[in-house]
């Protein structure tokens, strides 16, 4: 197949430098310029932790991340938890504090646009569970919906992402062994990583993928996130700030969300598609591509910039629908693509490189969103333990999926913007 | 061959939802048609999703419809329900989109685009659930 990263995204979208919509936007005018993400950290990730609260989890992060930052808690008046927002304000007696309500990547955003508009000076973003998961006979509780018509049937997400997943499969031909091929790849960067849940439980190949039993059709057990507890926490700050920090400064150079309704309520149709529809592409099966455009163009970036791409990983297939969602393959071509192993560990794109929700961390449903990132800003800084992929500078994150109708993209990278 | 459960989670009917329900009971599969735009809606709402308007009305579907995706579940979401078991998204003929379970066929025959019809069954105290089965069995 030829595939390059020379070749201009599918669709018709210039790659490296579009500027498009941005010819009046003068560079200090970046939304984030002023704002650099100054430290990161991942609790202990296990199947359990005993003892641990979400709270408590929470709570170690965030003091892991201000001590990455150089930072402590007298230094922040902003919170984002999402539901433990308010406690931590509370509890830690951080008020009076701006207080964010946004989920996943949207939280870093979110904080990120508090700093550069002056409501607060430093912000935590964190989140952690524990002691959640208790009834083990039953599926997470995070991926258990309870809609009216949707819990008599039996969905839980596994199910719901295996309904997008089929479609791609009745449309373009995508097979078992192309997920596989993701699910062999994701789970031998968390064999590989020291941090992992599952650290050396592989190395896997596509076949041993399949052998496993199935869960719901197409996926089987290793094609699936496992879950676990654990919490993480990011910490952001002014850009004027950074020379009293720790470690290396990274900024946020563009994020962007899509949303096409609640998640888990409605049928997750692939041909879902709603008025703001650029062309027949843009429904709920690629989710993210818009997303995707903007987050680019805000950081006045193409696809053929970025060295990795922490993709969020709760099935294989998704995957494989977000690498053509966000423009670094064509509609259907997202199975040859990982096939030719674009996504390997030294690919033109290694992808979801600590392992992911499948091998690395699925604690709950907000830590393991706000984990993609954390891994993005490890990259470029140059820190990661295993599959530190050479001279990264500019890494993508991503959350959310289509079986949940949303998906986040953020951009990171070492230059100010 | 994949059969109905019984037994299975339910949430609680609201004032919205009631007039679904009960058809269901009363032997109708029922949708919400706008009078204004025509649109079909499915799940009940109190707007139309194709113009915002309020003028909504019940109307009987005649219960068929084509597969459009479906999933084998063979890890339940709970012990509650029995596997394997084919949750499915089915386009009604009458426009709109259902979520379902398929029964009365094989979990390996079931197809994109196989014509299905409705199918009413109990599965313990008052709740009937539409199951979907092949029209031509």
Known sequence: MGHSRGVPGPRGQSDKGDRKGHDAMAPESHPYRDVVVAGVFNTAQARRLPGHTSASITVEA???????????????????????????IHDLRLGPAWRGTQYGLGMIAEAALAISAGMCDVAVVASGEAGIHTDRAATAPWTRPENEFVIPWGLFTAAEFALVARRHMIEYGTTEDQMATVAATIRNNGHANPEAVYHGRGPYTPADIRASRPIAEPFHLLDCAMTSEGG????????????????????????????????YQHPPAYDLAGRTARDADDRAGTVGRRAADRAFRTARLGRTDVDVLELYDPFSFEVIRQLEAFGFCAPGEGGPFVADGHIAPDGKYPATTDGGLMSYSHAGSNPQMLQRAIRAVQQVRGTCASTQIPGARVALASAGGSGALFNQVALFGTERP | MLEPQTGVPLNPVTPLTAPFWDGCAEGELRYQRCTACGTANFTPTDLCRGCTSRELEWRVSAGLGTVYSWTVVHRPVTPSFTTPYAVAIVDLDEGYRMLTNLIGVEADAVREGMRVRVDLHGVGGERVLPYFRPQFP
């Open chain 1, 62 to 88: 965030v003091h892991g991340a201000l001590a990455d930052a150089g930072l402590g808690l007298d230094d922040v008046d902003g919170v984002s938890a999402a539901d433990l927002s308010a406690r931590l």
């Open chain 1, 232 to 263: 993480c926490a990011l910490v952001l700050t002014r850009a004027d700030r950074a020379r009293d920090l720790r470690a290396t400064p990274v900024y946020l150079l563009g994020m962007a969300a899509d949303s096409y309704g609640p998640a």
